[in-house]
C-alpha cells in the first residue's frame, strides 16, 4: 500500500533554529511529491513541488530534496521565525494521469520568539 | 485572482439531511478533487474528476456523489448526512499531471449532529 509518513507530529524550537521537518514514503515509483503549509482553520498553500527526476527544489529560506531510492523527502527551513509556525503536510502523487495525492499526517511547529 | 472558491465555509447538518458542497475555479485547470481532513488522518481523496465529464472515487467515496458541471465547477453531494461525515472538506485543482502543483480551497467546515 502506499503511504507517507511524517515524523515527528509536532516540533517546537527556538526563533532562528535551523529546522528538517522528514517525510517518508513506501513507493520508490513517484510522479512527484509536494509540501504544503496549512495555517489554523486555513487552506493548504503550496512551498515545493519536487518532480521525480529532481534532487531539490528551493524558495526563499525554504529548501525541499528528494530520495526516491530511501524513500525520504526533507523540508529545510533556514532562520526559523514565529510566522512560520503552522502545520506543513508531505503529499506524494504516484499517478501521472490523475494527480491523486496522498498525504502524511502532517508536522506542527511551533516558533518561539 | 479568486483562484478556487467553496461554499459554504461552515454547516451544520442533522443526520439524515442531505447537502451540496460547491466548488469553483477560475485557472483553467482541467483535473479537481475534494478531499476531507480529519484530526489524526491527514487528508484523504474522496473523488476527483481528471478532466470535464470525467469522474473517479478516491480512497474513501462511500456516502458522497460528485459532479463535474463544467470545466469550472465540481460539486460534493452528501445524500443522507451522518456523524461520520463531520470533517473538514478541501477542494482543490491542479493541471494534469499536477506537473504545476495544486491549488487549494479554504475549506468547508461540516458538522453532522
Known amino acids: 500500500k502506499q503511504e507517507v509518513t511524517q515524523i515527528p507530529a509536532a516540533l517546537s524550537v527556538p526563533e532562528g533554529e535551523n529546522l528538517v521537518l522528514n517525510c517518508s514514503f513506501t513507493d520508490s515509483a513517484i510522479y512527484n511529491l509536494q509540501w504544503f503549509r496549512q495555517d489554523p482553520g486555513k487552506g493548504l498553500t503550496s512551498l515545493l513541488l519536487?518532480?521525480?527526476?529532481?534532487r531539490e527544489q528551493t524558495s526563499g529560506r525554504l529548501n525541499a530534496s528528494l530520495d526516491k531510492s530511501s524513500g525520504r523527502s526533507t523540508l529545510y527551513i533556514a532562520a526559523s521565525q514565529p510566522g512560520d509556525s503552522a502545520t506543513y503536510l508531505c503529499a506524494v502523487n504516484w499517478s501521472s494521469n490523475t494527480g491523486k495525492l496522498i498525504f502524511g499526517q502532517g508536522t506542527t511547529l511551533q516558533v518561539k520568539p | 485572482n479568486a483562484g478556487v472558491t467553496q461554499t459554504p465555509k461552515f454547516q451544520v447538518l442533522k443526520t439524515g439531511q442531505s447537502m451540496t458542497l460547491q466548488c469553483a475555479q477560475d485557472?483553467?485547470?482541467?483535473?479537481m478533487y475534494w478531499y476531507r481532513q480529519d484530526p489524526g488522518m491527514g487528508l484523504r481523496l474522496i473523488y476527483y474528476?481528471?478532466?470535464?465529464?470525467?469522474?473517479d472515487k478516491g480512497e474513501v467515496p462511500n456516502g458522497y456523489n460528485v459532479s463535474r458541471l463544467n470545466k469550472r465547477e465540481f460539486s460534493l453531494r452528501l445524500e443522507s448526512a451522518a456523524p461520520s461525515q463531520t470533517s473538514v472538506y478541501f477542494c482543490?485543482?491542479?493541471?494534469?499531471?499536477?506537473?504545476?502543483?495544486?491549488?487549494f480551497g479554504s475549506g468547508t467546515r461540516l458538522t453532522v449532529v
Open positions: 474528476s481528471a478532466s470535464e465529464g470525467t469522474t
Open positions: 482543490a485543482s491542479s493541471e494534469n499531471g499536477v506537473r504545476y502543483g495544486y491549488t
Open positions: 519536487i518532480q521525480s527526476s529532481q
Open positions: 485557472m483553467n485547470h482541467n483535473s
